[in-house]
């Protein structure tokens, strides 16, 4: 038996059992089992409501188009602390509504590095966590991002009334733009770290953020939104709230020593970004300053990101070792493995 085929039989049981629903796995590994090889092929065969498993291996499963409200979880786009560390890479991932014959609503990718995530036609209810990519044309209502490693959020102007958007690094200097001027009332950008502009965006609550970019101020169209919370690093002489916003408890053009513990003294990318403490110094001005009484950035609000890994919850193996390697025919295969739950 391989080794790695035992990391997903476990993974099936446990969805299986905690989630009563189809479990699909999928490896690309030459040295891993799966039931599926193609992850295309994969999502094709899934229904409504299954889960696909896409085992970490460093080798891209190519471009993906989903049709379907499914489960997609990898391994994650930095995991570390067990027996296998490779991420889960894809090339795009496409939500092409034009495609579905199903229910969409409840879509839900964990886990995932991608070159970008794409939406062609609104979709609402899509739940992205702990993910690495650009996320291009974001239309429909009812989205969150979260905990995840964002180069770009670039939406589409489609008619919306919520998104969250919290908990993120977003690295790009194009950070979040719209197309056009947006009215973005239902729009929360909460607890992110933000290397970039924020543009053609009005009407949106902006709280607990550390912007640590020059040119804030060059955020086109950036206007009516309400800044609250926020902490500006590396921004003399701009200042928020902007002009033509609102907003109060903001800290503009701070020490950027106070700030983070790891030193924060231009835009960081990926995957660099990766090896920056971003937790707050013991005497930042950050500490129980946002608008709900936690830590400002990443690590602050109700559900604070964890780690820099993209690994799901799902429990996965730290060690397996096969103590009878060589079997006679019928016979009996040994092995022990020692597994843990991830944050």
């Known amino acids: 038996m391989k080794k790695q085929s035992l990391l997903l039989t476990f993974a099936l049981l446990v969805f299986s059992i905690a989630a009563k629903a189809t479990v699909i796995t999928v490896s690309n590994s030459p040295i891993s089992g799966g039931q599926y090889t193609d992850a295309q092929t994969a999502i094709n065969a899934a229904l409504v409501d299954d889960t696909i498993?896409?085992?970490?291996?460093?080798?891209?499963?190519?471009?993906?188009?989903?049709t379907k409200r499914i489960t997609l979880i990898g391994a994650g786009y930095n995991p570390t602390g067990t027996q296998f560390v490779q991420p889960t890479i894809v090339g795009s991932v496409s939500l092409d509504t034009v495609a579905f014959t199903n229910p969409v609503s409840g879509l839900h990718i964990i886990g995932i590095q991608a070159n970008d995530f794409s939406t062609y036609n609104p979709i609402n209810n899509v739940h992205f966590e702990r993910c690495a990519g650009t996320f291009n044309y974001v239309r429909g209502d009812g989205?969150?991002?979260?905990?995840?490693?964002?180069?770009?959020?670039?939406?589409?102007?489609?008619?919306?009334?919520?998104?969250?958007?919290?908990?993120?690094?977003?690295?790009?200097?194009?950070?979040?733009?719209?197309?056009?001027?947006?009215?973005?009332?239902?729009?929360?950008?909460?607890?992110?770290?933000?290397?970039?502009?924020?543009?053609y965006l009005q009407y949106a609550v902006i709280t607990n953020n550390v912007f640590t970019f020059s040119g804030i101020a060059n955020s086109a169209g950036n206007s009516f939104n309400t800044y609250n919370n926020n902490i500006t690093v590396n921004t003399v002489p701009d200042a928020i709230p902007l002009t033509n916003n609102s907003g109060s408890g903001n800290i503009n053009n701070a020490n950027p020593a106070t700030i983070f513990?790891?030193?924060?003294?231009?835009?960081?990318?990926?995957?660099?970004?990766?090896?920056?403490?971003?937790?707050?110094?013991?005497?930042?001005?950050?500490?129980?300053?946002?608008?709900?009484?936690?830590?400002?950035?990443?690590?602050g609000g109700a559900n604070p990101m964890l780690n820099l890994t993209g690994a799901s919850t799902l429990p996965q193996m730290t060690e397996l070792n096969i103590q009878n390697p060589s079997l006679p025919v019928n016979g009996t295969l040994n092995y022990q493995f020692k597994a843990r739950k991830q944050n």
Do not use: K
């Open 53 to 66: 498993y896409l085992h970490g291996s460093g080798i891209s499963y190519g471009n993906l188009t989903i």
């Open 261 to 299: 513990i790891g030193n924060v003294t231009s835009a960081q990318s990926y995957p660099a970004l990766l090896n920056v403490n971003w937790h707050l110094t013991p005497t930042s001005p950050g500490h129980n300053a946002a608008t709900d009484g936690t830590d400002v950035g990443i690590y």
């Open 143 to 199: 989205w969150i991002v979260e905990h995840c490693i964002i180069y770009s959020f670039y939406c589409f102007s489609t008619p919306f009334s919520s998104r969250i958007l919290r908990n993120n690094i977003i690295y790009g200097s194009g950070a979040i733009s719209f197309n056009g001027a947006t009215n973005g009332a239902g729009m929360l950008i909460d607890h992110n770290i933000i290397q970039g502009t924020i543009s």
